[in-house]
Every structure is written in C-alpha cells, then in structure tokens.
C-alpha cells in the first residue's frame, strides 16, 4: 500500500555544475501500518528542454532529525549572508523567522493530499 502523501510546499532553483532546474518539494507522508508518519523532502534535478531527470530524497520520521536539519540549514543560511557581506541583524532575522513561523502555523491547516 503507497502511503498517503500531502505536499507541504515546493519551488524551483536553478544552479549547479550544469545549470540544472532544481525542484523540491516537500511531503507529509502519514502514518501506514507499520511505518510511523514522516516528512520527505524530494529534490528532482533536471535539464532544461530534457525527459531525463535524477530524484533524490531524505526522509525524517522523527520531529528531532528535522529539526537539526532545519538548525543545520539555518547556520548555513546565515554564513551565506555574512560571506556575501549582506546587512546581517539579528533582531530582524529574528522578526522574520517568528513572522515565518506564524505563517506556517496558519497554512499547515490548508495542506491537501496529492496522488
């Protein structure tokens, strides 16, 4: 039985070696049998005007891993500012990361289930 899947969010980035599109989408996968509910977050890399295609996901089934993911991507993010030497003020990073949060937690009830 394929578990039931809900797409949490997705977008596009282009970069890389190749310039490739980069989508990622992220799913709520629940909980089936025997398997605990999880949260996959898929990378498709793909070339412009190409079928070909490679997928990659991670998979978290505990609230912890992705939350060292998200502390991990959160360091990185910010090292990515301060080596750019963009504007860095911790006070409104923050402010936007409190706005983030209450955003998330008033679209997490509108999340639908995809095939």
């Known amino acids: 039985m394929k578990a039931r899947k809900k797409l949490v969010a997705m977008g596009e980035v282009v970069g890389g070696l190749f310039d490739l599109k980069q989508i990622y989408e992220i799913f709520y996968l ?3 049998q025997n398997y605990p509910d999880k949260i996959s ?11 070909k295609y490679a997928r990659r996901s991670l998979r978290f089934n505990s609230h912890e891993q992705l939350y060292n993911f998200i502390s991990d991507l959160i360091l990185a993010y910010i090292l990515f500012l301060k080596k750019r030497n963009v504007l860095f003020n911790e006070d409104y990073l923050a402010y936007k990361f409190k706005q983030l949060i209450s955003y998330a937690n008033q679209k997490s009830s509108e999340i639908k289930e995809v095939d």
Do not use: A, P, S
């Open 30 to 32: 629940q909980k089936e």
């Open 41 to 51: 977050l898929e990378i498709t890399l793909k070339k412009e005007g190409e079928n």
